[in-house]
């Protein structure tokens, strides 16, 4: 089984919809990240969380809003959708301690805004 | 901000040739990531850099942090169809926060 799963994988919707995407994991890490990316852009952080109570903005994180429900659980919204919010949004996690450590990134959720 | 560069931006090789990704930060890393992305597929992790000048290899892959510490390579000895994917570097400069900023990447292709 995945330890990073993300839902939907595929999203086709229109300017001005609201949308949530959802990422789950069982690893047991407390900290959890929203990325998206784009062709010849690489990844861009968009929110990340270090444990329930803590949410922070990325580089990216205009237009889009986040829910850490649980552990296990961070969701990311897009309030109003528009055309440029069209990418591929990953998930990942990794483990508390002094420094980043490696992050498992989920297989990714490729969102349509028409 | 930080900005972390990488070139080439694409690679294309014969399967047997060698092949080269540069990682270049506009900041001093406290340590570097990198990760290899099949295509279709998600980032997964293959290794971290910590001390300047280090060296790491896995297989035919080898990994270099500058002495610097703003600069990082890797090294594929005579590629493999297996090696096609696009190849990222991540840097973390240090602070609590603990983000890492990604290069655009490289997309290798290996012809058989």
């Known amino acids: 089984d995945a330890d990073v799963t993300q839902t939907p994988r595929n999203r086709i919707t229109k300017t001005g919809k609201r949308i949530m995407l959802e990422c789950s994991q069982t690893k047991g890490h407390d900290r959890m990240y929203w990325y998206r990316q784009d062709p010849g852009l690489g990844l861009r952080l968009i929110y990340y969380?270090?444990?329930?109570?803590?949410?922070n903005k990325g580089e990216i994180s205009d237009g889009y809003s986040v829910s850490r429900q649980a552990q296990a659980k961070f969701s990311l919204s897009l309030e109003s959708a528009i055309p440029n919010q069209t990418a591929l949004y990953f998930c990942a996690t990794s483990e508390v301690g002094q420094g980043p450590h490696e992050q498992f990134f989920g297989p990714g959720t490729r969102l349509t805004v028409l | 901000g930080q900005q972390v560069m990488q070139i080439p931006q694409y690679q294309h090789v014969q399967e047997g040739e060698d092949f080269t990704t540069y990682c270049n930060s506009s900041t001093t890393l406290s340590n570097i990531q990198w990760y290899k992305q099949r295509p279709g597929g998600h980032p997964v992790f293959l290794i971290q850099?910590?001390?300047?000048?280090e060296v790491k290899k896995q297989k035919r892959l080898t990994f270099q942090f500058g002495e610097a510490k703003k600069n990082s390579s890797l090294h594929i000895t005579a590629t493999q169809t297996t090696d096609v994917g696009t190849y990222f570097c991540?840097?973390?400069?240090?602070?609590?926060?603990?983000?890492?900023?990604f290069g655009k990447g490289t997309l290798l292709t290996v012809n058989p």
């Open positions: 969380s270090f444990d329930v109570k803590d949410i």
């Open positions: 850099l910590v001390k300047s000048g």
């Open positions: 991540a840097g973390y400069s240090g602070g609590s926060n603990y983000k890492l900023t």
